[in-house]
């Protein structure tokens, strides 16, 4: 892959951008770099923020100057490791597949209600980033098959925890909230609970696995989940 390139956004920002593809590679290049300022501590950076192919760096310009930061990050590029049989985490999400537009989806896809489930349910999502809105994860990966636009017209308000599908993504809304995609299910678990010793429960580099669910076990979860006493599974696999 090319060298990336270092621009400037403001007086205390520099974004390292790893071209313009939203892929695995590019992404994976974007976590290794946070990683690695993270791990390094390296002087004067305040946050890192991932994107889909772009590390937005935050600094003190009274501790370093961008020209000095650059050449540290070119460097730390460089020395990026990245490993083929690197392991994922794959968080498992409880999924009620009871979605508004699940019907809708099925007849602008050309599959049946089951199929749509089957085939949202039978893939490892890569959370690219979070964004939008606290613990709203991006997330690459579905089927083609289950492509579909976002509504011509938003809903003014969708429920915390729905899960829908926006052109080529699918994510879950973590919290009630505007929003143009169409809705196939809900989950009973909370995404963003500011609560919580980690009020947001997913990573970007990560993996999301989409779990059906009948009502019973929904409305268990929901309640386990109400009380902070639900743990979403998570196991380690082959990337």
């Not at 939203?22 to 994976?28: L, T, W």
């Not at 349910?121 to 890569?126: E, S």
């Not at 969708?158 to 505007?178: N, R």
């Amino acid at each position: 892959m090319e060298r990336p390139v270092i621009r400037r956004s403001g007086d205390c920002a520099l974004v390292v951008q790893f071209g313009t593809a939203i892929d695995e590679e590019a992404n994976a290049r974007v976590q290794a770099l946070h990683r690695a300022v993270r791990e390094r501590g390296v002087f004067g950076v305040r946050a890192c923020i991932p994107a889909f192919c772009s590390l937005t760096v935050q600094f003190d310009p009274t501790l370093i100057s961008g020209a000095r930061l650059a050449k540290k990050l070119l460097h730390l590029c460089g020395r990026l490791q990245i490993s083929a049989a690197q392991k994922k985490t794959v968080i498992e999400v409880p999924v009620l597949y009871d979605g508004a537009d699940l019907a809708d989806v099925a007849a602008y896809t050309h599959l049946t209600e089951d199929e749509v489930v089957r085939l949202h349910t039978g893939r490892d999502y890569r959370i690219y980033m979070l964004g939008f809105l606290p613990g709203f994860v991006y997330l690459g990966g579905m089927d083609e098959r289950l492509f579909c636009p976002r509504l011509d017209t938003p809903r003014t308000r969708i429920p915390a925890g729905a899960v829908g599908i926006g052109g080529e993504q699918t994510g879950i809304y973590p919290l009630a909230s505007p929003g143009g995609w169409r809705l196939i299910g809900t989950t009973p678990i909370r995404p963003f609970d500011p609560a919580r010793n980690t009020p947001v429960l997913f990573s970007a580099g990560e993996y999301i696995r989409f779990v059906p669910v009948e009502q019973a076990e929904f409305d268990d979860i929901q309640k386990q989940a109400a009380a902070g006493a639900y743990t979403c599974r998570r196991t380690e696999a082959d990337a």
